[in-house]
């Protein structure tokens, strides 16, 4: 089992619906969780860090589920502004943040 | 402003010549990792350091190489030796390490593109 997996998509919504990605993670001593948003070639940004059982910020929802060991993201009311790669990140051993191959989100009109 | 800074953003390197992408942090974080990423794929470490004058090799370590002789920088060399060189590679870094800093996030640098010519 990979580290840290992602469903690459891509997912296609149309502006205004909800949409969810999950991420599931090997390493179950980890104690956070990390989403990251990565535009076309542009560097990763954080979106939402997760350190208990979840997060919310705005229209988006960070959840934790430690007993199947996976993350998931909502986005709620997507924009066209909301295309982009979402990334899950794990902190693996040492530390060493440990990515997922991203989920790739194209909201359309 | 605090932060994390790659240079040069486009690079290009002819066939077995050597090439160091430079990685400049002043947010005072031990810890600072190499990874590449190729199109469509998620990313990959090459190099992390968890502090000044000790580097650990990633999973796709083979074809670089790193030094890590100032707190504030860790140049990656990309050698003739890497057969596939061309890629995104991003510097990041981390406050420090052990367990009460272990679960803060990475900040990136904007990222190197090296193409080979």
């Known amino acids: 089992r990979k580290e840290v997996e992602q469903d690459p998509g891509p997912f296609n919504v149309p502006e205004g619906a909800t949409v969810a990605f999950n991420c599931t993670y090997s390493?179950?001593?980890?104690?956070?969780f990390f989403w990251y948003r990565q535009d076309c070639r542009k560097e990763p940004k954080l979106l939402m860090s997760?350190?208990?059982s979840g997060n919310e910020d705005g229209r988006f929802t960070a959840q934790l589920n430690r007993a199947s060991q996976y993350i998931s993201l909502l986005i709620r009311d997507s924009k066209l502004s909301d295309s982009a790669t979402y990334l899950c990140?794990?902190?693996?051993?040492?530390?060493?943040?440990?990515f997922g191959r991203g989920t790739s989100l194209i909201v359309h009109p | 402003d605090g932060g994390i800074t790659q240079s040069p953003k486009y690079l290009f390197r002819k066939e077995g010549q050597n090439v160091t992408l430079s990685c400049e942090q002043n947010?005072?974080?031990?810890?600072m990792y190499w990874y590449r990423q190729d199109p469509g794929q998620g990313l990959r470490l090459i190099y992390y350091?968890?502090?000044?004058?000790?580097?650990q090799k990633g999973d796709i370590a083979e074809g670089y190489s790193v030094s890590r002789e100032k707190k504030e920088s860790f140049p990656l060399t990309v050698t003739s030796a890497q057969k596939n060189p061309t890629a995104f590679y991003l510097c990041?870094?981390?406050?420090?390490?052990?367990?009460?800093?272990?679960?803060?996030?990475?900040?990136f640098g904007q990222g190197t593109r090296l193409t080979v010519v």
């Open positions: 990041a870094s981390r406050p420090n390490v052990g367990f009460k800093w272990g679960n803060t996030e990475a900040f």
């Open positions: 390493n179950s001593a980890s104690q956070s």
């Open positions: 997760v350190y208990s």
């Open positions: 990140v794990v902190p693996g051993g040492s530390y060493i943040p440990t």
């Open positions: 947010l005072n974080h031990d810890a």
């Open positions: 350091s968890q502090i000044v004058n000790d580097f």
